[in-house]
C-alpha cells in the first residue's frame, strides 16, 4: 500500500496551501503554459529552464518561482506525516547544516525551530510574497520593483532548504511512496534553473 502510484501520491494535491494561479490571458499565464510545454515535451531540462527569445527575464523568474513554490509546497505535503516535531526537533539538513528561521515579524533573530514548524513559517512567508502586488505585479505594464530578483533569491535559497531536508531525512519514505523520479525531476529542474541566473549563492548548495 506504500507504493501508491505516483498519479494518486501528487494529484491528491496534499498540499500546506492552496495553490497560486496564473491568471488566463495574461502574459505571464502564457509564459507559464509555453513553460510546461517544453517541460513536458522531454527536453533536456538545462535547455527548457533557458529565457525565450524575446521574453523579460522578471517575467520569467517570477513564473517559475510561483510553479517550484506549487511544486515543493505538494512533495513537502506528501511528507509532512513523517516530518514531525518528534522525528525532526530541529530544521536540519544532516549533522552538518541546520537552518533557522528569521522573518520581519515573530522572529527577528534566527531562531531554532522543528522542522514542520519552519516549514510552515516558509510556506505562509512565501505565499505573502507572491501575493503582495507591489513584489509579484500581475497586471500588465506594473514594473517590477528594484529588489525583484533579491526577493526571489531569498525564496529560492529557503525553498532548496526544503530539498536538503526532505532527500537527507526523508529519502526513504519518497521511495516507499514510490515518488522518487518525481522529486528528483522536480529538485533537477530547480538546479538548472537557479544555476542558469546564477539566483543561489553556491556555498548555499553544498548540502546537496
Not at 502510484?5 to 494529484?11: G, P, R, S, Y
Not at 506528501?78 to 522525528?87: L, P, V
Not at 547544516?97 to 515579524?105: I, T
Not at 511512496?177 to 529538485?187: F, L, R, S
Request: with cysteine.
Amino acid at each position: 500500500a506504500m507504493a501508491l502510484c505516483l498519479k494518486q501520491v501528487f494529484n491528491k494535491d496534499k498540499t500546506f496551501r492552496p495553490r497560486k494561479k496564473f491568471e488566463p490571458g495574461t502574459q505571464r499565464f502564457e509564459l507559464y503554459k509555453k513553460a510546461q510545454a517544453s517541460l513536458k515535451s522531454g527536453l533536456d531540462l538545462r535547455a527548457v529552464v533557458q529565457l525565450p527569445p524575446g521574453e523579460s527575464i522578471n517575467d520569467w523568474i517570477a513564473v517559475h518561482v510561483v510553479d517550484f513554490f506549487n511544486r515543493i509546497n505538494l512533495i513537502y505535503g506528501t511528507m509532512s506525516e513523517f516530518c514531525t516535531e518528534k522525528s525532526c526537533p530541529i530544521m536540519s539538513g544532516g549533522l552538518k547544516y541546520e537552518y533557522r528561521w528569521q522573518d520581519d515579524s515573530r522572529y527577528k533573530k534566527p531562531t531554532k525551530l522543528s522542522a514542520p514548524k519552519y516549514m510552515c513559517m516558509l510556506m505562509d512567508w512565501i505565499e505573502m510574497l507572491i501575493n503582495n502586488e507591489d513584489i509579484f505585479p500581475t497586471r500588465i505594464g506594473v514594473p517590477f520593483p528594484k529588489q525583484f530578483q533579491q526577493v526571489c533569491t531569498k525564496i529560492l535559497t529557503r525553498l532548496f532548504r526544503v530539498f536538503v531536508h526532505v532527500y537527507i531525512h526523508h529519502f526513504d519514505s519518497i521511495i516507499n511512496m514510490g515518488a522518487e523520479a518525481h522529486v528528483n525531476t522536480c529538485y533537477k529542474h530547480f538546479y538548472y534553473f537557479i544555476r542558469e541566473f546564477s539566483l543561489i549563492d553556491h556555498r548555499e548548495l553544498e548540502p546537496l
